[in-house]
């Protein structure tokens, strides 16, 4: 904090010289065509001085002694050489106020001026302004011994002259100096202690923030072992409907083709290769801890000789990175090792487990999706094949190939039976309706159509009653038709299981994904890690804040304390 200083200063720079004009030929020779004559300083023949001071004349009559003009000027031309000195109002107000102290007869304020310097006075010194106190002749401090008396026309008292006295300091310049002297005294301790404090300030950030960023510098610098990157590109993409026609309808149709259609196995294969899994089958394949178990490594990269599985995965993490981009459905893989051949290793390897597990995804669902149908079919065949059975075994069992064929032939001979029955009906009746019937015909006829009457019965009774040597016709064809029908039954279901089965086997042929390598791996030339400069500036970033954390907080638990 900068106090501002308020002593007053006026010049305190000092003015630079002025060079003289060059003769006025050289001005001419150069172009100055109006160049002042010598001697001449642009104001021509008007001057600036001020009148001279006149002798005191003759007495005028009419004015008393010591009131006359000075000079052999007379009052008006005194009172016009007065106003051409240009007084201010000030200047004016405070003679007109000495002269009515002396008790001049003033009839204007430039007449008092002119009386007051007919009497001796200048109105205008310091002393003559302090006589204006009233009970005072003249300044307190100075003594009488330093002033003459002078007789001042029109009271007749004896006014004292005053004499310049000596130049001494006075107190009020003294204050002043005393004031700059504290001023700058207090300026060179803020100043002192800024700079102790900006010391300090260094002092620290170099302690708490330098030290630790040219440590970071010196390690990426200096120890740390060059790592090679190597970068590569796949994606899962799924299958057109090998043997299925054209894409699906709805969604899936509108998706097909896209990143969101293999979105889930794309993040089940990201999963898979960050996995300890996929870090164990590398390990055991390509020696992936032996790697970094080398002495090549710096300390702080290389892993510990028996180290944990977990130690493992955390440098497994750190030095393969895989991220997917669901926009554009692509995951991207990045493998970093301390050779540029291993790199490439390692990045094939696990393109290689990429491509298994999505092998092993869609077999999976292929076979969950062709299961379910296949057995289903398989029931529905067995099934259809047993109801085929059954009807068979009631064929033989009845010794009917069809009730439906054996109640049609039982039906035809009722009929036919009928119709004789109801012959011989008539003849008997015609016969018995003479007077005198021949009985020798009628007995005959008789017997016939009671053998009619027992065969239709007999006829009838095969068709609704069991009898002794088997079923009733009714039962036979109940039992044949619903065995039949169940064939039926069987046959549709056999049919639409083999359509969900062709359905299926369609569907799982589209389910296909495969892996596609569009960015393949490449052997780096030059290392990638560590990048010594931007790690350097992070590390700087990093314990400057923890610094201005540190020391805000410090900050405002000693304001709370001394609050």
Request: proline share 7%; no cysteine; hydrophobic share 35%.
């Given at each position: 904090?900068?106090?501002?200083?308020?002593?007053?200063?006026?010049?305190?720079?000092?003015?630079?010289?002025?060079?003289?004009?060059?003769?006025?030929?050289?001005?001419?020779?150069?172009?100055?065509?109006?160049?002042?004559?010598?001697?001449?300083?642009?104001?021509?023949?008007?001057?600036?001085?001020?009148?001279?001071?006149?002798?005191?004349?003759?007495?005028?009559?009419?004015?008393?002694?010591?009131?006359?003009?000075?000079?052999?000027?007379?009052?008006?031309?005194?009172?016009?050489?007065?106003?051409?000195?240009?007084?201010?109002?000030?200047?004016?107000?405070?003679?007109?106020?000495?002269?009515?102290?002396?008790?001049?007869?003033?009839?204007?304020?430039?007449?008092?001026?002119?009386?007051l310097r007919q009497a001796g006075l200048d109105p205008f010194q310091r002393s003559s302004l302090l006589d204006l106190i009233p009970g005072q002749d003249g300044p307190p401090s100075e003594p009488p011994a330093n002033r003459a008396v002078a007789t001042a026309p029109g009271d007749g008292v004896q006014l004292p002259q005053t004499i310049k006295p000596a130049q001494l300091p006075s107190t009020q310049v003294q204050a002043e100096q005393h004031h700059a002297a504290d001023i700058l005294r207090i300026q060179r301790d803020l100043s002192k202690r800024?700079?102790?404090?900006?010391?300090?300030?260094?002092?620290?950030?170099?302690?708490?923030?330098?030290?630790?960023?040219?440590?970071?510098?010196?390690?990426?610098?200096?120890?740390?072992?060059?790592?090679?990157?190597?970068?590569?590109?796949?994606?899962?993409?799924?299958?057109?409907?090998?043997?299925?026609?054209?894409?699906?309808?709805?969604?899936?149709?509108?998706?097909?083709?896209?990143?969101?259609?293999?979105?889930?196995?794309?993040?089940?294969?990201?999963?898979?290769?960050?996995?300890?899994?996929?870090?164990?089958?590398?390990?055991?394949?390509?020696?992936?801890?032996?790697?970094?178990?080398?002495?090549?490594?710096?300390?702080?990269?290389?892993?510990?000789?028996?180290?944990?599985?977990?130690?493992?995965?955390?440098?497994?993490?750190?030095?393969?990175?895989?991220?997917?981009?669901?926009?554009?459905?692509?995951?991207?893989?990045?493998?970093?090792?301390?050779?540029?051949?291993?790199?490439?290793?390692?990045?094939?390897?696990?393109?290689?487990?990429?491509?298994?597990?999505?092998?092993?995804?869609?077999?999976?669902?292929?076979?969950?999706?062709?299961?379910?149908?296949?057995?289903?079919?398989?029931?529905?065949?067995?099934?259809?094949?047993?109801?085929?059975?059954?009807?068979?075994?009631?064929?033989?069992?009845?010794?009917?190939?069809?009730?439906?064929?054996?109640?049609?032939?039982?039906?035809?001979?009722?009929?036919?039976?009928?119709?004789?029955?109801?012959?011989?009906?008539?003849?008997?009746?015609?016969?018995?309706?003479?007077?005198?019937?021949?009985?020798?015909?009628?007995?005959?006829?008789?017997?016939?159509?009671t053998t009619l009457e027992s065969e239709i019965g007999l006829l009838r009774s095969r068709l609704t009653e069991q009898s002794a040597d088997g079923q009733s016709l009714a039962v036979v064809q109940g039992e044949l038709m619903v065995a039949q029908s169940d064939v039926e039954t069987r046959r549709l279901l056999l049919a639409q299981s083999l359509q969900a089965l062709e359905t299926s086997r369609i569907e799982a042929n589209r389910q296909v994904r495969y892996l596609s390598l569009s960015v393949s791996p490449v052997a780096p030339d030059e290392a990638?890690?560590?990048?010594?400069?931007?790690?350097?500036?992070?590390?700087?970033?990093?314990?400057?804040?923890?610094?201005?954390?540190?020391?805000?907080?410090?900050?405002?638990?000693?304001?709370?304390?001394?609050?």
């Amino acid at each position: 904090m900068t106090t501002k200083l308020k002593v007053k200063r006026f010049r305190i720079r000092r003015p630079e010289p002025v060079a003289p004009l060059p003769p006025r030929e050289a001005l001419v020779k150069e172009g100055m065509l109006f160049a002042p004559e010598p001697g001449d300083d642009g104001f021509g023949n008007q001057t600036f001085l001020p009148p001279p001071k006149l002798d005191a004349a003759e007495p005028s009559p009419g004015l008393p002694e010591g009131l006359q003009p000075m000079g052999d000027q007379t009052p008006g031309e005194e009172m016009d050489t007065i106003r051409r000195e240009g007084l201010t109002g000030r200047q004016l107000r405070l003679a007109r106020r000495l002269a009515q102290k002396h008790n001049l007869p003033a009839t204007s304020d430039f007449d008092a001026v002119r009386l007051l310097r007919q009497a001796g006075l200048d109105p205008f010194q310091r002393s003559s302004l302090l006589d204006l106190i009233p009970g005072q002749d003249g300044p307190p401090s100075e003594p009488p011994a330093n002033r003459a008396v002078a007789t001042a026309p029109g009271d007749g008292v004896q006014l004292p002259q005053t004499i310049k006295p000596a130049q001494l300091p006075s107190t009020q310049v003294q204050a002043e100096q005393h004031h700059a002297a504290d001023i700058l005294r207090i300026q060179r301790d803020l100043s002192k202690r800024r700079r102790r404090r900006s010391a300090l300030l260094a002092a620290r950030l170099f302690v708490f923030v330098g030290i630790p960023t040219l440590l970071t510098a010196f390690y990426y610098y200096a120890v740390a072992t060059p790592l090679y990157s190597t970068k590569s590109e796949f994606v899962i993409q799924q299958s057109g409907g090998v043997g299925g026609g054209g894409g699906g309808g709805g969604l899936g149709g509108l998706l097909q083709g896209t990143g969101l259609a293999t979105s889930q196995d794309s993040i089940a294969v990201q999963g898979y290769l960050q996995s300890r899994d996929a870090m164990i089958r590398l390990d055991r394949d390509h020696g992936f801890r032996n790697h970094f178990e080398s002495d090549r490594l710096d300390p702080i990269q290389r892993l510990d000789p028996g180290a944990s599985l977990e130690k493992s995965y955390k440098t497994y993490t750190r030095n393969i990175h895989i991220s997917y981009d669901p926009s554009e459905g692509l995951i991207k893989m990045e493998v970093i090792a301390a050779d540029p051949e291993k790199s490439v290793e390692f990045a094939n390897a696990l393109i290689g487990y990429a491509e298994e597990q999505v092998d092993q995804l869609t077999q999976r669902l292929r076979e969950d999706q062709m299961k379910g149908a296949r057995e289903s079919y398989e029931n529905a065949e067995r099934e259809m094949i047993a109801a085929q059975r059954r009807v068979v075994d009631l064929q033989e069992k009845f010794k009917v190939l069809s009730s439906e064929v054996e109640v049609q032939l039982i039906t035809a001979q009722i009929g036919n039976l009928e119709t004789q029955l109801s012959a011989d009906r008539l003849s008997l009746q015609q016969m018995e309706s003479n007077a005198q019937p021949n009985q020798a015909r009628m007995e005959p006829l008789k017997r016939r159509i009671t053998t009619l009457e027992s065969e239709i019965g007999l006829l009838r009774s095969r068709l609704t009653e069991q009898s002794a040597d088997g079923q009733s016709l009714a039962v036979v064809q109940g039992e044949l038709m619903v065995a039949q029908s169940d064939v039926e039954t069987r046959r549709l279901l056999l049919a639409q299981s083999l359509q969900a089965l062709e359905t299926s086997r369609i569907e799982a042929n589209r389910q296909v994904r495969y892996l596609s390598l569009s960015v393949s791996p490449v052997a780096p030339d030059e290392a990638a890690y560590p990048r010594a400069f931007e790690y350097t500036v992070v590390a700087l970033l990093i314990f400057g804040g923890i610094y201005l954390m540190i020391s805000m907080t410090v900050a405002i638990l000693r304001e709370q304390i001394a609050g």
